[in-house]
């Protein structure tokens, strides 16, 4: 059995499980959103509480392994530590106090990853599609053609960055209509933008809206995967959000303990991508990042 950790921006999760013809057999799943991004500063990075509280996680799960029998674990870290200027101080003290080593990868790798985990369970497997992965610090967004992987970008946009430092609505779908237009463009420059995609989206924005939308009142990520979500039905909880608080939204049914106030900066991000691509549906994936590391630590 192996273990394997993604250290995201605003949520730190860890997998034990092994794979079986491409499948993976999961043992037992861990989530806890730290929001390691939170309060951080382009000048000095990762803020003392956030690490902290990134620290509390990462020993409970340090303490799982030893008491389990693991074969590899592998622990990958994203767009927060990507930018963060005290990333090595940090890395070096989460080996010394967990033991657990945190490979940093970048924005091209996270989406192929995400990418790999996000569609194993997918049916059918899409031949064309745009994979959305919108996380804490960062937004993947990857152009997949006749099942290969055309076209793969990551912008350093995320729920956590967008709530904590563009303040306003119009402020956020400026930030974000910049990054549309720019994968637009990509997309144009790589003769791919004249194509019907289907849209896959994963991460907790995109799957606390499905759980929301399905009323779950227990999460379940068998009733999650394949499930999909109209772009009129995601219009309409977007005014219904706008109009309570953040404390308030977390008493949906469905909405995800710690998300009140990123659910709307996400939903911003889905919402401009379907309707740039004339998407009228999103179909959702549980699986992202972390499997798609589970995989590809099981085929090495």
Known sequence: ??????????????????????????????????RLGGDFSPQTGLSASAMERALITLES????????????????????????????????RIAAETGLNIEVIGGEEEGRLTTLGSLSVIDPTPDTAIVIDIGGG?????CLVEGEIRLQKSYPLGV?????????????????????????????????????????GTAGTITTLAAIHLQLQKYNPHLINNHEIS?????????????????????????????????????????T?????????????????????MLQLTES
């Open 160 to 200: 956590v960055n967008l709530c904590e430092e563009y303040f306003s609505t119009a402020q956020r779908q400026q930030q974000i209509n910049s990054i549309v237009q720019q994968f637009n463009q990509s997309l144009q420059n790589a003769g791919l933008a004249e194509i019907n995609y289907q849209l896959i």
């Open 138 to 142: 960062s937004t993947e967004l990857i």
């Open 1 to 34: 059995m192996d273990a394997v950790i993604d250290v995201g921006s605003n949520t730190i999760r860890m997998l034990l499980g092994s794979c079986h013809h491409g499948k993976i057999l999961p043992h037992s799943y861990q989530r806890q959103i730290t």
């Open 231 to 271: 772009i009129d039905w995601l219009a309409n909880i977007q005014e219904k959000l706008e109009l309570i608080s953040a404390p308030e939204r977390e008493q949906l049914i469905g909405m995800e303990k710690g998300r009140g106030d990123l659910i709307l900066p996400g939903l911003q991000i889905l919402l």
């Open 273 to 293: 991508l379907m309707s740039q691509f004339q998407c009228s549906a999103v179909k959702v994936s549980d699986y992202g990042l972390l499997e798609g590391v």
């Open 61 to 92: 799960y340090s303490q799982i392994i030893a008491a389990t029998d693991i074969s590899q674990v592998r622990a990958v870290a994203t767009a927060v530590l990507r930018r963060a200027k005290n990333r090595s101080s940090f890395l070096a």
